[in-house]
Nanobody, 117 residues
């Protein structure tokens, strides 16, 4: 059974930084597009960022461009989300997603990020 394990969430002041990690042991990692989504209380889950198989292409939602950076280390089966200049509106549960070549997909359990003003 594939499991995605997120870590790195927490409480930070506005303007601070956090780095989220998503480990995917047992997944043929380099064949999966990796992504991060988030869900704030009372809101729908929304796309944050994604990165292609080799890490050469990445995409971001407009609200995080220039502040967040997604990356991956295929040798470690791990994806990352570096979040800088955090804002209170970034507060949400962040979920890691792995999208496979045959439309199979996996989700992590989520990690809470809280940004205080």
């Amino acid at each position: 059974q594939v499991q995605l394990v997120e870590s790195g969430g927490g409480l930070v002041q506005a303007g601070g930084s956090l780095r989220l990690s998503c480990a995917a042991p047992g997944l043929p990692f380099s064949t999966y597009v990796m992504g991060w989504f988030r869900q704030a209380p009372g809101e729908e889950r929304e796309f944050v960022a994604s990165i292609g198989y080799s890490g050469d292409r990445s995409y971001y939602t407009d609200s995080v461009k220039g502040r967040f950076t997604i990356s991956r280390d295929n040798a470690k089966n791990t994806a990352y989300l570096q979040m800088n200049f955090l804002k209170p509106e970034d507060t949400a549960v962040y979920y890691c997603n792995a999208q496979g070549p045959t439309a199979d997909a996996y989700w992590g359990q989520g990690t809470q990020v809280t940004v205080s003003s």
